[in-house]
Structure formats: C-alpha cells, structure tokens
C-alpha cells in the first residue's frame, strides 16, 4: 500500500497536520508530552484534508482536566447541518499521573501549557505533541537567534571548506 505524501514527518511515522513554530521562539520547552484529542467525526475529516491552526491556541486546566482552547480546525465543507464549531473547547487525553505532573507545575512554578505540533500518529490517531514551558524574556529570544544564525553561518563555512 503506498503511503500518503507528507510535508514533514511528525515523530516516527507521523504525518504532521499542524506545527507551532511561534512557540519555540516565545517559550523554552522544559518537557513534552503527547496527547489525544477528544474530537468529532467532522473534525477528523476536516484534519484529514490537513488544515488545522495552532498557532495561538494554549491549554489550561479545569476541574484536574487539561483543555484545548482556541485552536482552529476549520468546518468540513461535505458536513451540512452536521458540523462542528471550528473554535470549539477540546479535551485533552492524558493519564492522570501525567495531568497531575502539569498541574502541578503550573501552579506551583507558574509555568505554561503549550501546543507545539498536531499530528497523525502510525496507526491513524489524531495527536496533540504539548510541552511544559517557561516564558522566555526578550534578551533570551536574541541569544536564541543569534545561536541559530551562528550554527547556521557555521555550517555554511564548513560546506564550503570541506
């Protein structure tokens, strides 16, 4: 069986739907987890067609359940009347130790919850990649870039040497 065209792979075998790239530049990744999503059959259907956001959505908790919010998977056009709201709240599916762990790290050391990449796993699962961060204050953000550009400008002067 031939496998789909990906633009990008997402951990082993994934196909990656959606990617936060704002956030590795806003935020210092300390852990990360991967999370099911309780999602509707339109919502699938709309992932599968590969268009999802985000890019401006975070996660919190509420009542020791973590919550999706603010992320965008766009209304299924084939769905008709049957459709989902494309802003809705969506729950986050983790085992308790893991929630407990994030719950606690957000009251306790005031860190944050933050989607990273939205993805289909090998065997078809939508999944949601969060990490644990701490905010990274404007002179961080420089020293990152100026790491990038350097590894960046180093590799260049090595193709060209060797």
């Keep these: 069986m031939a496998k789909p065209k990906n633009k990008q792979k997402a951990g082993d075998n994934g196909r990656l739907i959606a990617d936060n790239r ?10 990360t987890f991967e999370a099911g999503i309780q999602l509707t059959g339109t919502e699938v259907k ?3 067609n590969g268009k999802a956001n985000i890019a401006e959505s975070y996660a919190t908790e509420e009542k ?11 209304e299924y056009l ?33 860190m944050s919850i933050v989607p990273n990449r939205l993805y289909f796993n090998d065997r078809g699962k939508a999944k949601l990649q969060i990490a644990l961060a701490k905010g990274r204050k404007s002179h961080d953000k420089r020293e990152v870039a100026k790491k990038r550009d ?5 590799a260049r002067l090595m193709r060209e040497k060797g």
């Design 64 to 74: 020791g359940e973590i919550w999706l919010i603010n992320s965008h998977i766009p």
């Design 150 to 154: 350097w590894q960046i400008e180093k």
């Design 78 to 110: 084939q769905a008709n009347r049957f459709n989902h709201n494309p802003r809705r709240r969506r729950k986050l599916l983790l085992h308790k130790r893991e929630v407990n762990k994030l719950i606690g790290a957000i009251q306790r050391e005031g």
């Design 22 to 31: 704002k956030a590795r530049y806003n935020y210092e990744f300390v852990e």
């Design 46 to 48: 709309s992932l599968r």
